[in-house]
């Protein structure tokens, strides 16, 4: 079954927690990673892998002595980017975005200096999303960037809410277009 299908298959399934009706292009996947200062990065979280196309895109440039901590809370995904990505670097995760800080503190990492997150803020509860971005905010160095895409600007105000500052850019090239959310502490 081809990784379109299975996605569908999953926002069908899972409606408040896969916000997409299928999988990031590749466009979104090199814009979202585009920011991340890949000489100095030793430790980079990604919220909301999905299929694993920013996964791959980052591992693709990460430093060798880096670590990726990929946390995904649909077993299905996790299943299949085990299957398909075999790196050392990467920690994949299977619980929420809400407990970044105890598994980097288990993984002997004490902060990020990227978060790449694709969570879908539109179909997750409030509180939900107040959890996740004070713990996305909690464990970011000093300097650090939390990097965010969604369909909408809706996010605009929630983000904002958390971060000193937030830069908008946009891709047309990824269906539907999306916005990418450049945020720091």
Sequence with gaps: ?????????????????????????????????APIDFTKAR??????PGTGIFTKEILKNMHPDAKLFVFETQKSFCDMIQKE??????????????????HLQQNGADQ?????????????PTSIKGA??????????????????QYSLNAHKLLK????????????????????YKCSI
């Design 161 to 180: 809410s958390h971060f000193r500052q937030v830069k908008l850019d946009f891709t047309p090239m990824n269906i539907p277009p999306a916005f990418i």
């Design 132 to 149: 996740i971005l004070s713990e996305a905010v909690k464990s970011l160095k000093p300097g650090g960037l939390f990097i965010q895409f």
């Design 43 to 48: 430790v980079i979280v990604e919220l909301g």
């Design 85 to 102: 990505i075999n790196d050392s670097r990467m920690i994949l995760i299977n619980d929420s975005a809400e407990h970044v800080m105890r």
């Design 112 to 124: 990020a200096d990227y978060t790449v997150s694709s969570i879908p803020f539109t179909v997750i």
């Design 1 to 33: 079954m081809s990784k379109g299908i299975r996605f569908f298959k999953e926002f069908l399934r899972e409606r408040r927690t896969v916000g997409a009706l299928s999988p990031s292009s590749i466009f979104l996947a090199r814009k979202m990673v």
